[in-house]
């Protein structure tokens, strides 16, 4: 499945051998799991494929090496490899090794050694679910509009406020809230909070149905009171370990891209030289080819600038900002080619309901949203160049 030949440079030893071993699990546990229809059927799937995570050892690449990882923090090039192959199989299953990656990293950067040994070794075995809460209605790539409230009493902080579009909604045992602390300091305000699913004032409002089945919802903090050891870093900070968060796992979206994008260029390549038409294989024809062609190019262009992204941060890179911008936006965009050419080669059969090519065309589309919009990767990239000549 993980073609390996345009990523090898990027890539050690011990990654060549991951990836054999990440396409063996996914062709074994995750390829015959069924494609959820429905909403509900993607929870329970969800709680599914993360014990099947954990168990088999997957997740303790979301986590560091001092609570049962791999690396000092989190080995980059290893997180694009597993999304890669889980997304190539199963788009929900990427997601949730994805949010296992998102809602505990800012532990993993920030948390003291408390948080970090009550959950990062749970969140490594899959005993426990992670999520990241920070859209809200008036907040989405406008970080600095979070509305969300933390109030300082005895001992602890009352949240009060709602979060829209939180993936694992209602599933997970634990969420990094993102809260307004000081109302004068703009993203300065800002706090992180690590919130657990039990604690009173907590509740999951409503599940959100998205095209291509996911576990979304809304939560509500209604006089929510948590600890001051629950805050994940200084008070103030949590912009600063938002952004450092999600600048790390950047690259990691476009490699989930990449993996849908593959999957969707082996049906297109199986289908176009098995399916006749006027009394020639669909792979005969020039329009075919060219589709064909442009789609294998995007794929690699896309690979190419996924583990070149990756690998600087693992090798020690400050800021990946630019490289992993660029990641994002050129495979989640170029995926999105990928499979629209997928559909338009296998036709009606294309758009069949839950035919594979199908649920990849419903499943690529939050890719070019989430964790950042195409249009913010672009003024980010902007940003990064300018910034650069004035340097």
Not at 205 to 222: C, D, K, T, Y
Not at 312 to 334: I, N
């Amino acid at each position: 499945m993980i073609d390996l030949t345009t990523i090898r440079p990027f890539l050690d030893d011990q990654h060549l051998e991951l990836a054999e071993k990440i396409d063996d699990f996914v062709l074994r546990e995750i390829s015959p799991l069924p494609a959820p229809e429905e909403d509900g059927e993607a929870r329970d799937q969800a709680k599914d494929i993360l014990a099947l995570l954990g168990g088999d050892g997957w997740l303790m690449y979301t986590v560091p090496a001092a609570f049962g990882g791999d690396t000092t923090l989190i080995d980059l090039r290893a997180c694009c490899l597993i999304r890669e192959a889980l997304a190539w199989a199963s788009p929900l299953a990427d997601a949730v090794f994805s949010l296992q990656c998102l809602g505990s990293l800012p532990i993993a950067i920030a948390g003291s050694d408390e948080l970090k040994k009550r959950w990062l070794a749970d969140v490594a075995a899959g005993r426990a679910m992670a999520a990241f809460a920070m859209t809200e209605l008036r907040a989405g790539s406008d970080v600095g509009a979070l509305e969300t409230r933390a109030r300082r009493v005895d001992e602890g902080y009352v949240l009060t406020g709602r979060k829209l579009f939180i993936s694992n909604a209602g599933l997970a045992d634990f969420y990094t809230v993102f809260a307004r602390t000081d109302e004068d300091k703009g993203t300065k305000g800002i706090s992180i909070f690590l919130v657990g699913a039990d604690t009173p004032g907590l509740r999951f409002v409503r599940p959100q149905v998205l095209s291509a089945p996911h576990p979304l919802g809304e939560l509500a903090f209604e006089d929510c009171r948590v600890a001051s050891d629950s805050r994940i870093g200084e008070e103030g900070d949590g912009f600063k370990i938002g952004m450092r968060t999600l600048d790390r796992l950047r690259a990691t979206v476009g490699a989930g891209a990449c993996g849908m994008a593959s999957r969707a260029l082996d049906e297109a390549l199986a289908y176009a030289r098995e399916r006749e038409q006027f009394g020639r294989p669909l792979a005969a024809f020039q329009l075919t080819q060219q589709k064909l062609a442009r789609m294998a190019t995007d794929l690699a262009a896309a690979r190419l600038l996924v583990y070149r992204a990756a690998s600087e941060a693992d090798r020690g890179a400050e800021r990946v900002t630019l490289e992993s911008s660029m990641a994002k936006y050129f495979a989640t965009e170029a995926a999105q080619r990928i499979v629209d050419d997928a559909v338009q080669i296998l036709g009606g059969k294309g758009v069949l309901a839950f035919h594979p090519v199908d649920r990849l065309y419903r499943s690529i589309r939050a890719l070019r949203i989430y964790e950042g919009t195409s249009e913010i990767q672009q003024l980010v990239i902007a940003r990064e160049l300018l910034k650069a000549l004035e340097s």
